[in-house]
C-alpha cells in the first residue's frame, strides 16, 4: 500500500526565515507527487505536481523538489500569509483514476 | 473560490442515524473524489466516481455509499452513525483525472459532528 510520511509535523519560523519541509514516500512506481496547501477551515488547495526525480516546480517563494524517495518543499523568506498547513500526496502507477494518498501535512506558522 | 460546493456546511446529529451530504462539482469537471478529515487520520480518500460511474474506492465503510448523478453532482451517504464518523468531509472535482495533474479542487467541506 501507498504510504506518505510528512516531517516534521509542525514548524514555527519568523518571517524571512527559509526552511523545508520533507514528504517520505512508498509507491510501487510513482505516477505523481502532488503538494497542496490547507487553510484553517478550508479545503486543500492544489500547489504543484512532479512526476520524476529530479524535477523542480517553484511558486512565488515555495519550491519543490523530488527525489526517488522524498520530496522537499522549501520555503524562502516566509511572510505570515504562508501560515497554513501544507499536505503531500502521491498517486501510484496502479491508481490511473486519480487516487491520491496523502500524509498527514506539517503545519506551518510564520510570525512577524 | 474553487468552484465546488457542499452542502451542509455543519451537521449535528446522534448515534445511529443517517445523513447525507451533497457535493456540486466545478462546472465542466466530470470526476467527483470524497475524502474524510479527521484528526488522527488525516485526509482519507474515500470513493470517486467519473461521469456518473464509481472509478476508484478506498478504505470506505460499508455503511457509507455515495453516488454520482447524470447532472454530476454528488451525494456521501452516511448510515448508522457512531461517534468516531465525526469529521470534515470534502469534496473534490477535476476535470478528467486521466489527464495525471493531480489537481484536484475541494470544496470547503462538510463538518459533520455525532453526539
Known sequence: ?112 | DSGVTQTPKHLITATGQRVTLRCSPRSGDLSVYWYQQSLDQGLQFLIQYYNGEERAKGNILERFSAQQFPDLHSELNLSSLELGDSALYFCASSVDPRLNTGELFFGEGSRLTVL
Open chain 1, 1 to 112: 500500500e501507498d504510504q506518505v510520511t510528512q516531517s516534521p509535523e509542525a514548524l514555527r519560523l519568523q518571517e524571512g526565515e527559509s526552511s523545508s519541509l520533507n514528504c517520505s514516500y512508498t509507491v510501487s512506481g510513482l505516477r505523481g507527487l502532488f503538494w497542496y496547501r490547507q487553510d484553517p477551515g478550508k479545503g486543500p488547495e492544489f500547489l504543484f505536481t512532479l512526476y520524476s526525480a529530479g524535477e523542480e516546480k517553484e511558486k512565488e517563494r515555495l519550491k519543490a523538489t523530488l527525489t526517488k524517495k522524498e520530496s522537499f518543499l522549501h520555503i524562502t523568506a516566509p511572510k505570515p500569509e504562508d501560515s497554513a498547513t501544507y499536505l503531500c500526496a502521491v498517486q501510484g502507477l496502479t491508481d490511473s483514476w486519480g487516487k491520491l494518498q496523502f500524509g498527514a501535512g506539517t503545519q506551518v506558522v510564520v510570525t512577524p
